[in-house]
Nanobody, 117 residues
């Protein structure tokens, strides 16, 4: 059974940092692409960052240069280091792995990030 579990969210002030983690089970993790999405109040879910099995990374324009995604294959964990946080980063953050072949996509339950003074 595939599971993705996010952690690390919280309430921070503008300019501060947070580190989110996505812990997976039930996947051949080194071969797996993991992405972070977020959904703010009244907004559609949007792509944040992605790391593929080779370690290649992709970022949305809104977070590039402030966020960094990384993976630890030994621990089956993907981390999202978020620096210089802004109020507009306030969202529920989800990690997911895209569908591939006959395997469907999987999503975690989300972790809330609130940036407010």
């Amino acid at each position: 059974q595939v599971q993705l579990v996010e952690s690390g969210g919280g309430l921070v002030q503008p300019g501060e940092s947070l580190r989110l983690t996505c812990t997976s089970s039930g996947l051949i993790f080194p071969d797996t692409t993991i992405a972070w999405y977020r959904q703010g109040p009244g907004k559609e879910r949007e792509f944040v960052a992605q790391i593929i099995y080779t370690g290649g990374t992709y970022y949305s324009d809104s977070v590039r240069g402030r966020f960094q995604i990384s993976r630890d294959n030994a621990k089956s964990v993907v981390s999202l280091q978020m620096n210089s946080l802004k109020p507009e980063d306030t969202s529920m953050y989800y990690c997911m792995t895209p569908a591939i072949g006959s395997r469907p996509a999987y999503w975690g339950q989300g972790t809330q990030v609130t940036v407010s003074s």
